[in-house]
């Protein structure tokens, strides 16, 4: 089983992009599926979440009011809307999937799949 995060590229500040996470073999409505990034030189970070039944979101506070999550079943992708893009938002961005939403779905290690990451890159 592997994700495949899609969508980035390079923009200009102010911008937006729309990510996609995808899975051939996988049917992500049963999933809790997260989003985390990585810059060059810095930790990986946890962007968002979503919990099976689209019920519960959650985003780290520094993409609140700017980026959405969503879920299209017809699809069987889920979205990472990014809106007002800055340059402190470059990094590689991944999505993961877990079976169930634990109390630690801000870490990497608590999800059970994950896959390739796409570049975003926000400059001038």
């Known amino acids: 089983v592997q994700l495949q995060a899609s969508g980035g590229g390079l923009v200009q500040p102010g911008g937006s992009l729309r990510l996609s996470c995808t899975a051939s073999d996988l049917r992500l409505d049963i999933y809790v599926i997260g989003w985390f990034r990585q810059a060059p030189g810095k930790e990986r970070e946890w962007i968002s979440v979503?919990?099976?039944?689209?019920?519960?979101?959650d985003y780290v506070d520094s993409v609140k009011g700017r980026f959405t999550i969503s879920r299209d079943i017809d699809e069987n992708t889920v979205y990472l809307q990014m809106n007002s893009l800055k340059p402190e938002d470059t990094a590689v961005y991944y999505c993961v999937a877990a079976t169930v939403l634990s109390s630690y779905y801000r870490v990497w290690s608590d999800y059970d799949y994950w896959g390739r990451g796409t570049q975003v890159t926000v400059s001038s």
């Open positions: 979503i919990n099976r039944g689209d019920t519960f979101t």
